[in-house]
């Protein structure tokens, strides 16, 4: 079921905690227990909420350690995804727009040079898919 859909399906203190847990994504999501008092509700009716919004892939959360105990930051799901990319400067200093003559001088946007059309750039991004 799509998220907005399911978004106005719930019931009004899911949608209250999921509009905090929404207004906190952008500065790295809340802990759960200040949701809880934001809420108003005890830990276990706040676990509850939580479980809910989780199970509808509203949210995410991630384990910390918080004044010594361990708990949880919770998200909007699509703010959680944290991707690694396995890259070394190595593979940055082979570019070879970075010891192009042409770079400086004669590459770019209005030229007829430029990276959507350059054989070295093509050559290296199709060395890299082997």
Same mark, same amino acid.
């Given at each position: 079921?799509?998220?907005?859909? *399911?978004?106005?399906? %719930?019931?009004?203190? /899911?949608? =209250?905690?999921?509009?905090? !847990? ?6 790295? +999501?809340?802990?759960?227990? *200040?949701?809880?008092? %934001?809420?108003?509700? /005890?830990? =276990?009716?706040?676990?509850? !909420? ?6 509808? +892939? ?14 949880y930051v ?31 001088l004669e ?24």
């Amino acid at each position: 079921m799509d998220g907005l859909r *399911e978004y106005g399906e %719930m019931n009004p203190l /899911d949608k =209250k905690a999921f509009e905090i !847990i929404m207004s906190y994504s952008q500065k790295g +999501g809340i802990v759960q227990s *200040e949701l809880w008092k %934001m809420l108003g509700v /005890d830990s =276990k009716e706040g676990s509850k !909420i939580v479980l809910r919004l989780l199970r509808r +892939g509203l949210i995410a959360r991630k384990e910390i350690n918080h004044n010594g105990r361990k708990t949880y930051v919770l998200m909007v799901a699509h703010h959680s995804e944290e991707r690694e990319i396995d890259i070394s400067i190595d593979d940055v200093i082979q570019i070879p727009c970075f010891t192009c003559e042409y770079l400086y001088l004669e590459c770019g946007d209005t030229s007829k040079l430029n990276p959507s059309n350059c054989v070295k750039l093509d050559n290296f991004i199709k060395s890299l898919r082997r």
